[in-house]
């Protein structure tokens, strides 16, 4: 009983469903802000959403109907058991509760696999396409995530989430160090890239390929994907804080509102980039940094 | 259902279609996401898929080889959903009227497929920014 409050209404689907749609209002409205518009009033994500699930949806001839359907609620019921994992850990919530980093970056994943399901049931050449770019992106961004995960947790000697913040509280937060430093700009590429936001929006490309990936997604179906991709941008730098921070709740809404800036800063300074440019760049460059902060931090710098 | 159809009228998405226009229009168009017009404010935003669109913006009079192309999108809409025809041509055909290659204007050409399509006329060659928003507005008032 008290598992499914947590996960229907406190940390999880109410609660995360509310503050990632101020979320998505804020990152429109500081990206307008920046390009010297008004941008959308506050209620605007909901407005979407209500909006969406009012419209028809239109399931494509060739889809395989009811797995159309079903495949966002997946993505929507994994996001929302990442992020309730990821807050009972941080607002120490419960006694005795261990959650495992590795799932919560594993669950993070599965929308992005029900996405893939979707477009490429839909027989949509151009969602075909986006499909397998975002094949590659998510082969190409969870490799050095992983490193850096890994590393993080060699560091802590556990994987439990509870130990990972425990140690930090005790031997000073991850990113006081150059290692951290490193991995935490790795990290914060993957998160753009994992959310799917520019310069990584190739999957959904809207101007090249009419929103590639979700093109065939309409009514109710994208505005649970909507819903899952605002639950998830509260949901990951939740994830970037445990990492890096291992902070609890007070000093975790300033980082919180940081780690949203800088993701919008990023967002609105770059292009898009192609896919062999984003696989260069997170196998390179990105898997570089992240093997170099984890010699950095087996020899303690 | 009523803060849905509320919801509706707060957030439009517009697919823009250009059904041989002059391409003017689809140059105007873009005035309204500019800082001075910013219709973001009222929730209004382009998106890349009908599938995803509450208004089709079609510029342009429309000729025999735009016309089966123009009946898709507007299928491929989910409904309900609403036409703006945009510009002096995309109203009336314009200039165009009687030209060999038309087929007519907007409403004539979609009022074969669905008699029941709401349809906003803005006209203008091109319509000023304040006349958009408010067809727009019109628009939704009639939904």
């Given amino acids: 009983m008290k598992l499914l409050f947590y996960y229907l209404i406190f940390p999880g689907f109410i609660f995360a469903s509310v503050i990632g749609l101020l979320t998505v209002w804020l990152d429109r409205k500081v990206s307008a802000r920046i390009q010297w518009r008004q941008g959308p009033p506050w209620f605007q994500g909901f407005a979407d959403i209500g909006k969406l699930l009012y419209k028809e949806v239109i399931v494509p001839e060739e889809a395989f109907g009811s797995g159309f359907i079903a495949a966002p609620l997946f993505g929507l019921a994994s996001v929302t058991l990442a992020v309730t994992i990821l807050c009972v850990s941080l607002f120490n919530m419960s006694e005795g509760f261990i959650g495992d980093i590795i799932v919560v970056w594993y669950l993070f994943a599965i929308p992005a696999i029900a996405l893939i399901y979707m477009g490429s049931t839909s027989g949509n050449p151009l969602s075909s396409v986006g499909v397998s770019r975002e094949i590659k992106l998510l082969l190409a961004y969870d490799l050095p995530m992983i490193i850096v995960i890994v590393m993080i947790a060699s560091k802590a000697d556990s994987f439990s989430i509870r130990a990972i913040m425990d140690w930090q509280r005790i031997n000073g937060s991850n990113i006081s160090n150059w290692y951290g430093i490193i991995a935490f700009v790795v990290a914060i590429s993957c998160t753009q890239a994992k959310l799917g936001r520019v310069p990584f929006d190739l999957a959904e490309a809207e101007t090249e390929l009419g929103s590639g990936i979700l093109l065939e997604l309409s009514g109710g179906v994208l505005a649970v994907y909507e819903l899952s991709k605002a639950i998830m941008l509260f949901g990951l730098p939740i994830f970037l804080i445990i990492l890096f921070w291992g902070k609890g709740i007070i000093g975790g809404v300033l980082l919180y509102l940081l780690i949203i800036v800088l993701l919008i800063l990023i967002k609105n300074t770059n292009p898009r980039v192609r896919i062999d440019q984003a696989m260069k760049y997170f196998w390179g460059w990105m898997s570089g940094a992240a093997i170099l902060a984890g010699l950095l931090a087996h020899f303690g710098v | ?143």
């Avoid at chain 2, 025809?85 to 055909?93: H, K, L, Q, R, T």
């Fill in chain 2, 1 to 143: 259902m009523d803060v849905l159809k509320k919801a509706f009228k707060k957030s439009i998405w517009v697919f823009h279609l250009s059904t041989a226009g002059c391409n003017n229009c689809d140059i105007e168009v873009l005035e309204l996401l500019t800082p001075r017009y910013d219709v973001e404010r009222f929730g209004i935003k382009l998106v890349g898929s009908p599938r995803h669109a509450d208004a089709l913006l079609v510029c342009g009079a429309v000729n025999a080889h735009a016309k089966p192309r123009l009946l898709e999108v507007y299928r491929q809409t989910p409904k309900p959903c609403l036409v703006v025809a945009f510009g002096s041509c995309g109203c009336s055909s314009g200039i165009f009227r009687d030209s060999y290659s038309i087929v007519g204007p907007v409403d004539k050409v979609l009022r074969e497929e669905d008699p029941d399509v709401k349809i906003v006329y803005i006209p203008g060659c091109p319509p000023k920014p304040e006349a958009m928003i408010e067809g727009i507005v019109m628009g939704l008032g009639a939904i």
